[in-house]
């Protein structure tokens, strides 16, 4: 089902390939709660055979951040998101990036270890270099996607601010006052006469131009600030500063042989005439090659979803072709953000065949917050002109065949969890009073649902008489709303309670379809399971 692995696990930024009869997933590794990104410094690899998707088995930890020379034991150093490829000499290369303190970090450039097989314990083999010896990171780099194309290896790397995920971010007291200072400013160079055209009528705020048409003089502001890249280092370069990028490498795996190519620009020099406009690069490279064309897959600007491009060639004329997946299903069946189905924020992944079968691989958000993410996958289908159409999340994954109705499901597989305002969110943890999906020790739940509270189950068979049991506990007194593709087929009435508790009702349908608790009454309450 989906959530992937075990519910205890949070392995996000899911990058999928097949070597010999298995599927291995390599990714980062967040914690339970976590308070930053890929907090449990390491990576583990987790796998099945490629003739059962259900039968995944950790294959313990391949590489640590200690094993890195930059780590730094006082203040620690987290791993990012990777990618492992096969060089030409049978062995397999991990890609990454490295943050730890004193660095250049996310954008410092890729750190690579090397292993005698996909899951074995790597060791650390170098920094990707320039032919002169000097650390490759004239653009962006982050988030490395590496192919053995035929023997050629290629490298695939960038990042571009997103408007969207900056405006997500948390307004804390912080953010207030950078606000207030900023709207001091406006009105400073309104009342010389310079910003008559760039003020907000509600509060005085400038209003920035679109982000294509952002002056240079602005963007210079930014690269310093963010970057650390200055005016004279940003003007020499042939392409703007945000963007993917694609590199070849020699077969040490470590040099790079070719100058960056642009494929994907970000959200700053992509203007409306473009294919990519309103789904510019943001970051989350990943490549494939299927049937000679090349898939380029990446989180957009909208940085809740991932989309692709294609292209006939490696290293240019990509043209967009869609989203892919929404951790919010944004955009499926024209739905719009505002009606997202659960709390969105960053995803990261890609697609992979498996036993004649494509899935893609992305993550979810849990906890209120964006640092602790689980791994998903949902079935796709490229379809005979290349094309994929966007898919939307369910519980069933990779499954083989939709859910039963006997036994037990843990609450937390839902595949949808809202109160209709989800928020979408980035690098923060929230309090905003939103249900959410939490753990405490081992046992991992839906928390905070309160009137209106909405959470789904796609998809179910249905066969006659059922029973459905709720195990749940809180303060609320009320019902829980059962319905089977919209309609509604009964009540659990609940109580207040301090333990787990089983409440139920009995319905009867013929049918497959989504299975839908909406919570009607006072309180709050938490689910723990389902019974059937």
Not at 178 to 207: N, V, W
Not at 354 to 361: A, H, Q
Not at 441 to 462: H, P, Q, R
């Given at each position: 089902m989906n959530p992937l692995l075990p519910l205890q696990e949070y392995m996000p930024d899911g990058e999928p390939h097949v070597f010999g009869d298995r599927i291995y997933l390599f990714g980062s590794h967040d914690v339970a709660g976590g308070t930053k990104y890929c907090a449990a410094e390491d990576y583990v690899v987790w796998s099945a055979p490629v003739t059962d998707m259900t039968d995944w088995r950790c294959e313990g930890q391949i590489y640590r951040a200690e094993q890195d020379p930059q780590y730094d034991a006082k203040t620690g150093g987290e791993l990012y998101a990777p990618d492992v490829v096969q060089g030409n000499d049978g062995k397999y290369y991990l890609y990454y990036n490295f943050v730890a303190s004193g660095t250049d970090g996310f954008h410092g450039g890729f750190h690579v270890a090397v292993c005698d097989e996909p899951a074995g314990k790597y060791e650390y083999l170098g920094i990707v270099r320039n032919p002169d010896g000097s650390i490759c990171n004239t653009y962006l780099m982050s988030d490395p996607a590496v192919i053995?194309?035929?023997?050629?290896?290629?490298?695939?790397?960038?990042?571009?601010?997103?408007?969207?995920?900056?405006?997500?971010?948390?307004?804390?007291?912080?953010?207030?006052?950078?606000?207030?200072?900023?709207?001091?400013?406006?009105?400073?160079?309104?009342?010389?006469?310079?910003?008559?055209?760039?003020?907000?009528?509600?509060?005085?705020?400038?209003?920035?131009?679109?982000?294509?048409?952002?002056?240079?003089?602005?963007?210079?502001?930014?690269?310093?600030?963010?970057?650390?890249?200055t005016k004279e280092e940003v003007d020499v370069l042939e392409y703007p500063l945000m963007g993917a990028n694609t590199y070849t490498l020699a077969d040490d795996m470590l040099t790079v042989t070719s100058k960056a190519k642009r494929i994907v620009e970000g959200q700053f020099a992509t203007p409306p005439e473009s294919s990519f406009f309103g789904h510019a690069f943001y970051e989350a490279s990943s490549i494939r090659k299927i049937n000679g064309k090349y898939y380029f897959i990446y989180s957009s600007e909208n940085s809740n979803e991932l989309c692709y491009a294609t292209s006939d060639f490696p290293d240019k004329d990509f043209v967009y072709g869609g989203t892919i997946i929404s951790n919010g299903d944004v955009g499926y069946e024209g739905r719009k953000d505002e009606?997202?189905?659960?709390?969105?924020?960053?995803?990261?992944?890609?697609?992979?065949?498996?036993?004649?079968?494509?899935?893609?691989?992305?993550?979810?958000?849990?906890?209120?917050?964006?640092?602790?993410r689980q791994a998903c996958a949902e079935k796709v289908v490229i379809k005979e002109d290349g094309s994929i159409a966007q898919v939307e999340c369910t519980s069933e994954g990779p499954n083989r065949g939709h859910l039963q109705t006997e036994g037990e499901y843990p609450a937390a597989v839902c595949c949808n969890l809202t109160n209709g305002h989800m928020p979408h969110c980035t690098n923060t943890m929230i309090e905003d009073d939103?249900?959410?999906?939490?753990?405490?020790?081992?046992?991992?739940?839906?928390?905070?649902?309160?009137?209106?509270?909405?959470?789904?189950?796609?998809?179910?068979?249905?066969?006659?008489e059922t029973s459905l049991g709720l195990v749940t506990r809180g303060s609320g007194t009320g019902v829980f709303e059962v319905s089977l593709a919209g309609r509604k087929v009964g009540d659990i009435a609940v109580e207040p309670d301090t333990e787990w508790n089983v409440y139920e009702c009995t319905f009867s349908a013929e049918m497959t379809a989504d299975l839908t608790l909406a919570y009607k009454g006072t309180g709050e309450r938490e689910v723990l399971k389902l019974q059937f």
């Open positions: 053995n194309d035929d023997g050629v290896i290629r490298l695939y790397a960038g990042w571009s601010l997103s408007m969207v995920a900056q405006a997500a971010h948390r307004q804390d007291e912080k953010y207030a006052d950078a606000r207030a200072k900023h709207q001091q400013e406006a009105k400073a160079a309104e009342g010389a006469g310079e910003a008559s055209q760039m003020t907000d009528a509600k509060d005085g705020a400038r209003q920035l131009p679109p982000p294509w048409q952002m002056p240079k003089e602005g963007l210079y502001q930014v690269y310093q600030m963010l970057f650390g890249k009606d997202r189905l659960n709390m969105t924020a960053n995803d990261h992944g890609s697609i992979e065949c498996v036993n004649g079968e494509w899935y893609v691989f992305h993550h979810r958000q849990t906890n209120r917050s964006t640092f602790s939103i249900p959410y999906i939490t753990q405490k020790e081992d046992e991992v739940y839906i928390a905070n649902i309160k009137e209106g509270t909405l959470f789904a189950y796609k998809y179910f068979d249905f066969h006659g």
